[in-house]
Each structure stands twice: as C-alpha cells, then as structure tokens.
C-alpha cells in the first residue's frame, strides 16, 4: 500500500451556527471603529501605522479600578506609573482623575513636574537616582522609596545642607510564594535587611520615615501574592509604631497587575485567568484590615498600577505590505508594523483583527514585520483571514509600554492620536520626521 504524505496537524476553532461553503463558522469579526470613530478614517487622517489610544477607555477603566479599592479601604490613592506610558496627554488624563505620578527616573520626574504634578505628589522610585535628582526631590517634598543603603547615605548627606526634611520609604522585596522572586530591588524582608535599614533611618534624626513600598512583579497572575505581600508590609509598620512609637502614612503595594493579554505560551487566553481589579483589592484590603495595625492610624493605601488601566485603551493600526509563502508552505503576511513598534509581542500573542468585512476562511499564518532581521515577528502562528496587499488591520490591547520602549530602527515612529471623549481624534504626539533625527548628530569637519 502506497504511504500517504505527512500532513501536519493543526488545531482549528470552531464555532457553532449555520455552516458556510467552508464549513462551520470561525470567522474573525474585525475591528472597523475605535470609539465610533472608523479605523479607515484615521488611517486616512494620520498614515500607517498610527497609535490609537481611546480617552474613554481610560477613564473608564481607572473609575473601575478606584471603585474595586474605594468601597474596601477607607483610604487609597492611585499614583500614574510614567514608564508604563509617559505621553503627556494620557498622564494628564490620569492626573484629572485624581492619581498622583510615580516615577523612576530624572527625566519622568522633570516630565511630572512639567504635568502640573505638585512635587509632594510626586512618588519617586528606581535605583539610580543621582545626587542632583535626590536633591531637586528632596527640595520638592517628593516621597523618595530608597532602594538600597548607598542611597540611603546620599540622602543623609543630602539632608546635611538642606533645609528641609526628606520624605522616605524603602523598598522591600519579599518571598511572595512568586518565583523568580524579584530581589534585585530594595531591601529584603526575610534576612533582616528591611529592618536594618528601618532601624537607620528612625535613628538618624534628618529623615522622616513616612511609608513602606514592595513592587513584587510584573503581570502577575496570582492576586494571592499581594495578600502576601500587603500582609508582610502591614508587619513591618506594626513593628515601627510598637518600637518607636511612629504611626507609618502610606502603604504602596507598587503595581504589576496583569492585563488581559495572553502572554506567549499560555494554555489559557488572558481574558479568562486575569485577576479582577475586584480580586485584587479583595486580596489587598483583607490583608491590610486584618493585621495588628490600630484601625484608628489605618496607612493609605498607594497603588502604582499601569498595565492594567492602559493596555486594553490601546490600537496600533497598520497596513498588509505583502503575502508569501515560506519553504515549508505556510503562509505569511509581512505588514508595517515590526518590533520596534511593538514591543510587547517578545512576550504577548497579541490579538490582532482585520479592519474592514472580509472572507471568512482562515489560514494558519505568520504576521512578519517590515524590519530586516528575522525575530520581526507579530504573530508566530494565528488563524488568520486572507488579508491582501493594502488591506488595513487592527492590534488590540497595545496602550502598555509599547510607547516607551518603542525604538527608532530601520522605520521612523510614527503618529499617535487619541480618540477623546469629545468624539474627535487629536493627535497627540507628531511623527518623526529625517531632520528631527539628524539634528543630534555632529558630523566631524574633517568628514564634512
């Protein structure tokens, strides 16, 4: 008998309803508006690729989030991570909603300060704050979140000239049932340091002690951790108030809450085993609320949350360069959206639609980049309807860090606008142009 040729197997999604010449449905429903807003619209207005972030969609989710907390804890206070999205107009946004600015370096903290953010409402984090840097916060009554004892000396030899007090935390890094545990930052609770460093600045008479922080991850999944973590910190200032008599201000859990991306590899889809922002606060709130601290001096509650409230107000839209075939027959689509983009796809399968009605037959296909290098990849391997060349598609849930770690290689980065709540698109950031990019460089005059 002759030997039948080997035919890969492939998983394939089905959906009920009534059949189609193809079979059973599995159509990809596109993505034809943004905030009732057409996606050929903007394409048109703004080029392609074009970021896209909805007014809306972050209003909306930080009001959701501040319920979650709110109606568990008398106190809280959100604090806007810049490095998630340091674009002026989402950070204003953010700002009118009543979050304060969380910061991790010179520049984002120049970037707050230039917000309107007034200076003691401005949380400053990171380990690589210089003198000068500590200095201005200090100067604006920053809350400065030491992260080791090097710093911690800069700030009292600091404080030596300065007229005023600065405003400290520390850091603390913990064993959350997490691993990697994420010790590289701040001062460990389990050996000790966390009190070493405690004990030093409630001796030394220039420094005010006024919160306890522990930023335990990213995109993490177990809301159980920060019960955790929330848990250890509430210990820790139980400890100060019965040794020195001192009541700590705030207790900031940091932020890492997932969003509902997919992360690569995951068996699950992000949108069934992402926490709630419900879960969240339950797990925060009980901890908090159960410990030993006195229920008349409860801390605030700080949360430095990002991800969670600006990916899924994010669209990056783009343009189908080409198809082709690989040698191993499957199909590919190369598109203008590569990795310096899109950052975010190392590590998500991002979801990704077609912009207008289209076939409903599907394919296994890779969604290739416009970069030359072979790890500009979108998508490895997604079922995907048969786009053709100029056809426009959408990437869903792109708002987290993709505007910050975005590279200018091989392509200039490109417009950004944000649908507003006024029903208009604004842009909000320009397109790169070749003069902005020449204008650092200096050219030797015996080159010229």
């Given at each position: ?106 520049f984002e903290y120049d970037k707050a300060l230039q917000n309107g953010v007034k200076g003691s409402q401005i949380i400053f984090n990171g380990p690589a704050k210089t ?80 919160g306890l922080h522990a930023h335990i991850g990213t995109y993490m999944f177990s809301a159980g951790s920060y019960k955790i973590a929330a848990g250890k910190l509430a ?186 709540t006024d029903g208009k698109v604004h842009l909000i950031r320009k397109q790169e142009h070749m003069d902005l990019i020449r204008q650092q460089e200096v050219i030797p005059?015996?080159?010229?």
């Amino acid at each position: 008998m002759e030997k039948k040729p080997f035919e890969r197997p492939f998983i394939k999604k089905l959906q009920a309803g009534m059949p189609s010449k193809f079979g059973m449905k599995s159509m990809t429903e596109p993505i034809t508006h943004i905030d009732d807003i057409p996606v050929s619209e903007i394409i048109a207005d703004y080029g392609s690729p074009v970021y896209v972030l909805s007014e809306k969609t972050i209003r909306d989710q930080f009001k959701k989030a501040k319920h979650a907390f709110t109606t568990r804890y008398p106190k809280v206070q959100f604090a806007w991570s810049y490095k998630t999205n340091y674009l002026d107009a989402v950070c204003r946004i953010f700002h009118q909603e009543g979050s304060w600015a969380e910061v991790v370096s010179g520049f984002e903290y120049d970037k707050a300060l230039q917000n309107g953010v007034k200076g003691s409402q401005i949380i400053f984090n990171g380990p690589a704050k210089t003198d000068e840097e500590l200095k201005k916060a200090i100067d604006n009554d920053s809350l400065i979140h030491i992260d080791h004892f090097d710093e911690m000396y800069a700030i009292i030899a600091i404080s030596e000239n300065s007229e005023k007090r600065p405003k400290v935390a520390i850091r603390v890094n913990m064993d959350t049932g997490i691993y990697p545990m994420w010790d590289r930052f701040g001062f460990n609770y389990e050996s000790g340091d966390a009190w070493d460093a405690i004990n030093r600045i409630m001796v030394n008479e220039k420094l005010d002690l006024v919160g306890l922080h522990a930023h335990i991850g990213t995109y993490m999944f177990s809301a159980g951790s920060y019960k955790i973590a929330a848990g250890k910190l509430a210990d820790l200032a139980y400890g100060i108030e019965r040794k020195y008599g001192v009541n700590i201000k705030y207790i900031d859990v940091g932020g890492g809450f997932a969003s509902q991306n997919t992360l690569k590899g995951a068996y699950y889809p992000g949108s069934d085993t992402t926490p709630s922002f419900d879960e969240y606060a339950e797990a925060i709130s009980s901890a908090l609320l159960n410990s030993q601290i006195n229920p008349r001096n409860l801390p605030t509650l700080i949360l430095e949350t990002g991800r969670a409230l600006i990916d899924d107000a994010g669209y990056l839209l783009g343009t189908v360069i080409a198809n082709k075939r690989l040698s191993s027959g499957n199909r590919a689509t190369i598109v203008d959206v590569g990795v310096n983009l899109l950052f975010t796809s190392f590590w998500y399968e991002h979801e990704v639609y077609p912009a207008a009605p289209v076939s409903e037959h599907m394919e296994e296909t890779t969604i290739f980049g416009p970069l030359c290098m072979n790890i500009d990849v979108i998508r490895d391997a997604i079922a995907f309807p048969l786009l053709k060349k100029g056809d426009h598609f959408v990437i869903k849930r792109i708002g987290a860090y993709n505007m910050t770690q975005w590279m200018q290689f091989i392509t200039l980065r490109p417009n950004v606008v944000l649908t507003g709540t006024d029903g208009k698109v604004h842009l909000i950031r320009k397109q790169e142009h070749m003069d902005l990019i020449r204008q650092q460089e200096v050219i030797p005059g015996h080159l010229k």
